[in-house]
């Protein structure tokens, strides 16, 4: 199995439309990693998921995954991932588009970018209607 928690799953082909892709309404906070991601990151992405959770339908929601760029290289390509860790804040709606997190990966940072997208201040790119496909696992 590929989640490594329920919280913070890993976005993949079979995972993509349930946290992501056909998701009404919602930002999917993806970790773009070339691996499993560490503890400690997990731990950070687990922390903002518990203070963005949602309990009421209304305002922005957030839903936090990860994915591995190793396998799936033409998705860490299309957010412009290089090797290093990434953050991106993907709307999956029609016009799908997205803003990559400027700063270090953890709790704190993470939460100015999602606080300047609610304030209405974050500067989206389009991406092509098309997204890339997943690479197929057996």
Same mark, same amino acid.
């Given at each position: ?5 329920? &919280?913070?799953?890993e976005?993949y082909?079979?995972?993509? #439309? ?6 009404e309404g919602? &930002?999917?906070? +993806?970790?773009?990693? $070339? ?10 992405f687990?922390?903002l ?6 309990? +009421?339908?209304?305002g922005t929601?957030?839903?936090f995954m990860?994915l ?7 998705w860490a390509?299309?957010?412009g991932?290089? $090797?290093?860790? &990434?953050?991106v804040?993907?709307?999956?709606? #029609?016009?799908k588009?997205f ?5 270090? %990966?953890?709790?704190?940072s993470?939460?100015v970018?999602l606080?300047?997208?609610?304030g209405?201040n974050a500067r ?6 098309? &997204?890339?496909?997943?690479e %197929?696992?057996?």
């Amino acid at each position: 199995m590929y989640y490594f928690t329920y &919280l913070v799953p890993e976005l993949y082909q079979r995972s993509s #439309k349930d946290i992501c892709l056909a998701t009404e309404g919602t &930002l999917c906070v +993806i970790l773009i990693t $070339g691996e499993k991601p560490s503890k400690v990151l997990k731990d950070e992405f687990e922390g903002l998921n518990a203070k963005y959770d949602r309990k +009421i339908e209304r305002g922005t929601k957030y839903k936090f995954m990860w994915l591995n760029a190793g396998i799936e290289k033409a998705w860490a390509s299309l957010f412009g991932y290089q $090797g290093n860790d &990434l953050v991106v804040v993907l709307n999956p709606g #029609k016009r799908k588009r997205f803003t990559p997190h400027e700063g270090p %990966i953890n709790r704190e940072s993470i939460s100015v970018t999602l606080e300047t997208i609610i304030g209405g201040n974050a500067r989206f790119n389009r991406v092509s209607d098309n &997204l890339p496909p997943f690479e %197929i696992r057996v």
